[in-house]
């Protein structure tokens, strides 16, 4: 996963991964069979991890406003911890895969859009809940999050300074109407 978002998910061979774990091919192709089915295996690996370090944090929090700070803190300390040297997995490959058609493509982006979906269902829930008015256009929050989300994993990505993802939280908290104080939850 790290050699992924660093060379990205096509320059992720068997033996590229043979060569930075010291083992050899053969004993990599008999695990994985593919370059597909190394770069599904990763993209599964990358998945689970960001859903205990970023979503089951969300999901643990009540739903509305409480989540999608929590969401959203929390993929910030993701970045933050550098869990992976490039960044948020996902952002880069689906950046990288976006024109190739697949199964290693169609993961990232089912993977994309069940997160981006989770943050919708929150801004639902804080409009449901009169956390937000019932006016706001939860399709352009929606949006407007998720770009902070990416906005702060490019800046992270490429200035390696915490304030990036500081600047994100702060931008958060200022378009949901709420105080830099911990998140509710």
Do not use: W
Request: with cysteine.
């Amino acid at each position: 996963m790290s050699l992924a978002t660093v060379d990205g998910l096509d320059g992720l061979t068997i033996g590229h991964l043979a060569a930075a774990l010291d083992m050899s091919k053969s004993g990599l192709y008999a695990h994985f069979g593919s370059k597909q089915e190394l770069q599904l295996a990763t993209v599964e690996e990358a998945g689970r991890i960001f859903d205990a370090e970023v979503v089951a944090p969300g999901l643990a929090a009540a739903p509305g406003v409480a989540r999608l700070l929590v969401l959203c803190d929390s993929f910030m300390d993701h970045l933050e911890r550098q869990t992976f040297p490039g960044g948020c997995f996902f952002a880069g490959a689906a950046l990288e895969l976006a024109m190739r058609p697949g199964p290693v493509n169609e993961r990232v982006a089912a993977f994309q859009s069940s997160f981006v979906e989770l943050i919708r269902a929150s801004v639902d829930a804080a409009i449901a809940q009169g956390e937000l008015p019932a006016t706001e256009d939860a399709d352009v929050l929606t949006l407007e999050i998720h770009g902070i989300i990416l906005a702060a994993n490019t800046g992270f990505v490429v200035q390696r300074d915490p304030h990036v993802l500081d600047l994100a939280r702060r931008a958060v908290r200022r378009r949901l109407r709420v105080e830099r104080t911990a998140a509710p939850g």
